[in-house]
Nanobody, 118 residues
Framework: QVQLVESGGGLVQAGGSLRLSCAAS????????MGWYRQAPGKQRELVAT???????NYADSLKGRFSISRDNAKNTVYLQMDSLKPEDTAVYYC????????????WGQGTLVTVSS
């Protein structure tokens, strides 16, 4: 089974920056997609950004330009660089891993809280 360990969340001031990390371990092989989703209180979980093992990216339109996703395949780690943070970005950020080939597998991280103060 795949395990995801997230880190980097915390409290930052509006306008500041934060970088989240998500390291995958376990049954990691073949083409896959890793990415970030977030969920604010009272709202549905929404896409932030994803990146495939081949390098293709997908961003939420509203976040593109402030947030940037990257990954280190050698470390099986995906990062989310968040700049110009706003209070509206406050949410629990979840890492997700899914296989693009073979038997379906979807794994979610435990979530890391990002709080942006005004």
């Amino acid at each position: 089974q795949v395990q995801l360990v997230e880190s980097g969340g915390g409290l930052v001031q509006a306008g500041g920056s934060l970088r989240l990390s998500c390291a995958a371990s376990g049954n990691i092989f073949g083409a896959n997609l890793m990415g970030w989703y977030r969920q604010a209180p009272g709202k549905q979980r929404e896409l932030v950004a994803t990146m495939s093992s081949g390098g293709s990216t997908n961003y939420a339109d509203s976040l593109k330009g402030r947030f940037s996703i990257s990954r280190d395949n050698a470390k099986n780690t995906v990062y989310l660089q968040m700049d110009s943070l706003k209070p509206e970005d406050t949410a629990v950020y979840y890492c997700r891993f899914t296989k693009l080939v073979g038997r379906f597998l979807e794994v979610w991280g435990q979530g890391t809280l990002v709080t942006v103060s005004s």
